[in-house]
């Protein structure tokens, strides 16, 4: 695998990095095929129970690489547009990876979140951000209109007119701006960021894995769905859920009130 990202499996908890730290860890082709094989794998690995992915070097991402914009424009249209859509379709692949990956995604954001590295910050099902974190969509500076799920998830995160805002304007928003906005699910000191980050990754590798999984897809249907067909499939997943080891242990560990210990299963 490419420098470019790397990814370590420790208690559960697979740690991936993305890292090209002198350039904010700035999109490349190595991290887009890294980004993708890294969350298949993720999702298949029934070893790996949380994901946590974050960036190297006191930055998350910087978005695409613009340095290479401007170099695609040597080419030829046709070209240039076939290479285009075909890494925005890998890296639009990964978003949904994340989405529907059956077990608990956390995004530790430090420094710029900016292009790209929002929506794929915000793709997390938790976002922890630092004290140092930015957030800023940054795309109409360069000419260009919004991907990586931006116009899908944002709108439904922090409203219509925010989303416009942040299109439009391309300001910089902190960390505790962007939690006042629900972009992120928390802000953590600086000098407790890892340790936070840390801690919560082996509490949530440590729980009902089967269960989260089920409740991360229940409320992804939320959106779409009807309340009587929402009801549906509450009452599947639970039902599900209850023939699992781990809702035999919970029960067990409550009667014998101690906590519970999960193996995912």
């Given at each position: 695998?490419?420098p470019?990202i790397?990814?370590?499996?420790e208690?559960?908890?697979?740690s991936i990095v993305?890292n090209?730290p002198?350039?904010?860890?700035?999109?490349?082709?190595?991290?887009?095929a890294g980004?993708?094989?890294?969350?298949?794998?993720?999702?298949?690995?029934?070893?790996?129970?949380?994901v946590v992915?974050?960036g190297?070097?006191g930055?998350?991402?910087?978005?695409?690489?613009?340095k290479?914009?401007?170099e695609?424009?040597?080419?030829?249209?046709?070209?240039r547009?076939?290479g285009?859509?075909?890494?925005?379709?890998?890296l639009?692949?990964t978003?949904?990876?994340m989405?529907?990956?059956?077990?608990?995604?956390?995004?530790?954001?430090e420094?710029?979140a900016?292009?790209f590295g929002v929506?794929?910050a915000t793709?997390?099902?938790l976002t922890?951000?630092?004290?140092?974190?930015?957030?800023?969509?940054?795309?109409a500076?360069?000419?260009l209109?919004p991907d990586?799920?931006?116009?899908?998830?944002?709108?439904?995160m922090?409203?219509?007119?925010?989303?416009?805002?942040?299109?439009?304007?391309?300001?910089?928003?902190?960390?505790?701006e962007?939690?006042?906005m629900?972009?992120?699910?928390?802000?953590?000191?600086?000098d407790?960021?890892d340790h936070h980050?840390s801690?919560?990754?082996?509490k949530?590798a440590?729980?009902?894995?089967?269960?989260?999984g089920r409740g991360?897809?229940?409320l992804?249907?939320s959106f779409e769905n009807s309340m009587?067909s929402?009801?549906?499939?509450e009452?599947?997943a639970?039902?599900d859920?209850?023939?699992?080891?781990?809702h035999t242990?919970?029960?067990?560990a409550?009667?014998?009130?101690?906590a519970p210990?999960?193996?995912?299963?």
């Open positions: 695998m490419s470019h790397t990814m370590e499996i208690g559960g908890v697979a993305l090209r002198e350039a904010r860890n700035a999109l490349s082709e190595e991290m887009r980004l993708a094989e890294f969350m298949e794998q993720c999702e298949m690995d029934d070893a790996i129970r949380c992915l974050r190297a070097g930055h998350f991402m910087g978005g695409g690489d613009v290479g914009f401007k695609q424009k040597n080419m030829a249209p046709a070209k547009k076939a285009v859509v075909r890494g925005l379709h890998s639009h692949y978003i949904c990876r989405r529907k990956m059956p077990k608990p995604v956390i995004c530790a954001v420094g710029a900016a292009g929506p794929l793709a997390g099902d922890i951000a630092a004290e140092s974190a930015f957030f800023t969509l940054a795309y500076r360069i000419g209109s990586g799920s931006s116009t899908y998830f944002l709108p439904r922090i409203g219509l007119k925010r989303t416009f805002e942040m299109l439009y304007l391309s300001d910089r928003y902190t960390a505790v962007a939690k006042e629900d972009l992120v699910t928390r802000v953590v000191p600086n407790e960021f980050v801690e919560l990754a082996a949530l440590n729980g009902p894995t089967y269960a989260f991360k897809a229940l992804n249907a009587e929402q009801l549906e499939l009452a599947y639970i039902t859920c209850m023939m699992t080891e781990d242990e919970g029960i067990t409550f009667l014998e009130k101690r210990i999960f193996k995912g299963k």
